[in-house]
């Protein structure tokens, strides 16, 4: 008996295809970007999802991805024409008072930190970007780590500390850490075998779930110096070790992933238009992980998945997006146990 | 993405006869029947791209060939298969791109399409195939103006 994916919402207007979708914190609002170079902020009127406003002229190129701050206030999105855009709604309406020059080509990912004092990119250049954030709409860049081979395609910040994740094209997963004023890579994470496209932390921040090129999903876990389990640990940083690997699920690149913060559940997109729903075995061993596959919605979209979004409140709401130009909105219904 | 060099790599290439033109039967004439995409029509969509610096069709170097291409509408599935003319031809991603395009501008939204290199042709060849597997580095590579020029004169058909 598997749960149930049912469609709520099927939100038409970009005129290209879509790249990106991002709940605001408190779920009120979702924001898409896409190769139209606009972003659309949908929200509820009534029963209805509608597409709020429209931003333009931030960028001038595909736009890849988005991120909100913590708080809510600040959108940051990341351009293929090597900017980042920081917009927000001071004035009553959605402005870009801020963009973030560096990067030597495409932006492909932009995440705010806990805290929402720090803000990651990374690029084509392979280089991922720590910033700062002062007084009065000014972005300090603190960092720049070249410790990527290739094209980073994420980043991602850990739940509840200053942690940094990256994964990319390289194969791996790299984490980092401010040590003595400086920002350096503290872990590698060697297993996938192609293009890692996405990471997420679950919760608790001990575990990360990968997707790749190599049509597989990796949990990974740290393990702290001094840990019971007797993991070798060199210096005082955490080793993370891939724990589980979901095989056979996909049938082809697994563009993004993401674990839900409410209910422990994994999400998939990917390139075989389907999206499915992972969860943890009741009885799961931490160090030696079992899930299942709960749900799998075949032809979610007509065309690649690209982007797939847990609400970050209510625990069974889910949006997608495809290069069909489309944003989706799905009820997840647990199977009865 | 390869740029464009003035110097020929593969001085002279070997010329391949081309195939007949495609005889229409009656059945593909009657509109009552679902005409299935078949590898001959992916064929004829590629072989008449242009060589990159030769001023000769993919048909014509024996880059492309019908046997190398394998569809399935039922799946909505193309793969295609080039090769090199040499083993360290620098074109070679260039080439994939040109037909990726060309394919994704022919066939319906609902076709996955993937275009690699014939194993143990080319000395990238990994390389080369992750690179067109890439649908994001592809994307923002067809966002560069002077490279969507150097593919469009790819797809100029000649005749």
């Known amino acids: 008996m598997t749960g149930k994916l049912e469609s709520i919402a099927n939100l038409e207007g970009h005129e290209d295809r879509v790249w990106s979708v991002a709940w605001s914190p408190n779920g009120f609002v979702l924001a898409s970007c896409g190769g139209d170079k606009t972003i659309r902020i949908w929200g509820k009127e009534g029963d209805k999802w509608i597409c709020k406003t429209i931003l333009e002229d931030g960028h001038q190129r595909t736009i890849r991805s988005l991120g909100w701050s913590p708080c809510g206030t600040f959108l940051a999105s990341a351009s293929f024409d090597a900017t980042t855009c920081i917009w927000d709604q001071k004035s009553g309406e959605f402005e870009c008072n801020a963009t973030l020059e560096g990067h030597e080509n495409e932006v492909k990912s932009v995440n705010w930190s806990v805290s929402g004092s720090l803000l990651a990119t990374c690029g084509r250049d392979k280089s991922v970007w720590i910033w700062e954030v002062q007084e009065d709409d000014e972005y300090e860049c603190a960092s720049v780590i070249h410790s990527h081979t290739q094209d980073v395609k994420k980043v991602v910040w850990h739940p509840t500390k200053e942690i940094l994740a990256s994964c990319s094209y390289d194969d791996t997963i790299k984490l980092y850490k401010e040590d003595e004023d400086d920002w350096s890579c503290c872990d590698t994470l060697e297993g996938h075998e192609s293009t890692v496209w996405s990471i997420s932390f679950d919760g608790s921040g001990d575990r990360i779930v990968s997707c790749s090129d190599d049509k597989t999903v990796r949990i990974w876990k740290s393990y702290p110096p001094g840990n019971q389990e007797g993991v070798v640990v060199s210096g005082k940083h955490s080793k993370w070790k891939c724990v589980c690997v979901l095989s056979g699920y996909h049938d082809r690149t697994i563009y993004d992933v993401h674990w839900s913060k409410v209910s422990g559940l994994i999400a998939t997109a990917s390139g075989d238009d389907c999206i499915r729903i992972f969860k943890e075995d009741t009885n799961s061993d931490r160090n030696q992980p079992s899930f299942q596959l709960v749900a799998t919605q075949r032809k979610a979209h007509s065309m690649d998945v690209n982007s797939i979004c847990w609400h970050p409140k209510d625990e069974n709401i889910l949006a997608t997006c495809s290069d069909d130009g489309t944003v989706k909105l799905w009820r997840f219904t647990p199977a009865e146990e | ?159």
């Open chain 2, 1 to 159: 993405m390869a740029a464009v060099t003035d110097r020929l790599e593969n001085v002279n290439p070997t010329v391949f006869q081309r195939l007949k033109e495609r005889v229409v039967l009656a059945e593909e004439e009657d509109d009552n029947i679902v005409d299935k995409i078949d590898d001959r029509e992916i064929f004829d969509m590629i072989r008449s791209i242009n060589d990159p610096e030769h001023p000769l069709t993919l048909e014509e170097l024996n880059v492309v060939e019908q046997a190398l291409i394998d569809v399935s509408d039922d799946e909505s599935y193309v793969k295609v298969q080039f090769t090199p003319t040499i083993p360290h031809c620098s074109m070679a991603t260039l080439i994939g791109l040109a037909i990726r395009v060309r394919l994704l501008r022919s066939l319906p939204d609902r076709f996955k399409v993937d275009v690699k290199i014939t194993p143990g042709t080319h000395q990238s060849e990994i390389a080369v195939n992750k690179q067109l597997a890439d649908k994001e580095r592809v994307a923002a590579a067809l966002e560069n103006n002077h490279l969507l020029d150097v593919i469009d004169q790819c797809l100029v058909s000649k005749k």
